[in-house]
């Protein structure tokens, strides 16, 4: 995968910057430009010759790229930014449409991409966050007491609160939404203010530097509440004696139980 050289020498410099102290005072204030990224740029749709020149020479200059196997790979070291780019295969302009693409000025598709800082991590820090080891006498079998059952459960993190179904609401319709916290993402958040018959989740998944918050609405179902509404009215209805002229139905729906409640039956045999 060929890389790109970097200009490293004094004499190059100094061929650049002209004096000596010029070259000093650049290399003093380093420190504060821009940290250069390797990027990966990538082909994969075939081709004896790829090449590509971008927006980060200002399109001055084509750069090979290396085959390997069907692909074709280049990296380049570029400072964080956007860049526009395109590529020359076998001769011919062509863009990936597997890649983040543009028009450009003249309406030709071109292909972009987004180059961040990179930011190390640092392993060792993270050792002080991880826990101790279990001390072999926490491990026993013992029952559990009604004490351990009446304990109360542990208090949420109020960090966890910080939702944004819990935003109060704004008349502005073009103003921008809080950015999420990182610890609640790829949770799922009841509303706490649902007014109705309906229950209100949501749960906020980040891609890349998108955050796209998804929000369902469950209502109650109809035949339930239609259900609920027909007891409530059979409540209210006056109790009435059984009609022993339809006895035979074996059932009566005038009391004020929800409930049918069977008829008992004379013993006729005794009359006879």
């Known amino acids: 995968m060929p890389m790109e050289p970097a200009l490293s020498r004094p004499e190059e410099v100094l061929g650049h910057r002209g004096t000596n102290a010029e070259f000093h005072s650049d290399v003093a204030g380093w420190p504060s430009q821009p940290r250069l990224v390797p990027t990966k740029i990538l082909w994969t749709n075939g081709g004896n010759s790829v090449e590509v020149e971008g927006s980060f020479d200002n399109w001055t200059t084509r750069h090979s790229l290396q085959r390997s196997g069907k692909d074709f790979t280049l990296v380049k070291l570029l400072a964080p930014g956007v860049y526009q780019f395109r590529f020359i295969v076998d001769g011919v302009w062509k863009w990936a449409e597997d890649e983040p693409a543009v028009q450009d000025d003249e309406g030709n598709y071109v292909n972009v991409m987004e180059v961040h800082e990179y930011v190390p991590e640092n392993l060792e820090s993270l050792s002080g966050f991880e826990p101790p080891a279990s001390p072999p006498s926490s491990y026993s079998n013992p029952m559990p007491t009604p004490d351990d059952y009446a304990k109360e459960p542990p208090v949420m993190p109020p960090h966890l609160q910080l939702t944004l179904l819990n935003v109060p609401p704004t008349t502005d319709a073009a103003a921008p939404l809080p950015r999420p916290q990182h610890v609640v993402l790829n949770h799922l958040y009841c509303q706490r203010t649902s007014q109705g018959n309906g229950l209100i989740v949501g749960t906020t998944h980040r891609y890349r530097s998108k955050y796209v918050t998804t929000v369902m609405y ?55």
Request: proline letters at 11%.
């Open 218 to 272: 469950k209502p109650k179902r109809r035949y339930q509440t239609a259900v609920d509404l027909g007891l409530r009215q059979l409540d209210h209805l006056p109790q009435q004696e059984p009609d022993h002229h339809h006895r035979t139905s074996g059932q009566h729906f005038g009391t004020s139980s929800s409930r049918p409640r069977p008829i008992p039956h004379r013993d006729e045999s005794r009359h006879s």
